[in-house]
């Protein structure tokens, strides 16, 4: 049975930091693409950042330069450091895997599996 389980949303300030953690379990992890998403309230499911098998990644431009994805493949384990956080950043973010290898689709739609969310609220 596939797992995907976030931790490490929260409160923080404006200008702060936050790292969100997702452990996942029940498929070969190495071979999938792996990405985070987000919502907010009243709003669709966006892209935030997404990581290929190979290690490639694409970041959405309102977080370009903010947010670093990395993920441990001994550990089953994707990370997304949030740094200078905003209060548009505010949202559920979501950890989603895709079986393709080498690269990511782009459409949310073609994300297999996904984790329960993980609120993260910016306050100014």
């Known amino acids: 049975q596939v797992q995907l389980v976030e931790s490490g949303g929260g409160s923080v300030q404006a200008g702060g930091s936050l790292r969100l953690s997702c452990a996942a379990d029940g498929y070969t992890f190495s071979r999938y693409c792996m990405g985070w998403f987000r919502q907010a309230p009243g709003k669709e499911r966006e892209e935030v950042a997404v990581?290929?098998?190979?290690?490639?990644?694409t970041y959405a431009d309102t977080v370009k330069g903010r947010f670093t994805i990395s993920k441990d493949n001994t550990k089953n384990t994707l990370n997304l450091q949030m740094n200078s956080l905003k209060p548009e950043d505010t949202a559920t973010y979501y950890c989603?895997?895709?079986?393709?290898?080498?690269?990511?689709?782009?459409?949310?739609?073609?994300?297999?599996?996904w984790g329960q969310g993980s609120l993260v609220t910016v306050s100014s």
């Open positions: 990581m290929a098998s190979n290690g490639r990644t």
């Open positions: 989603a895997a895709a079986p393709w290898l080498g690269i990511c689709p782009t459409s949310k739609g073609d994300f297999r599996y």
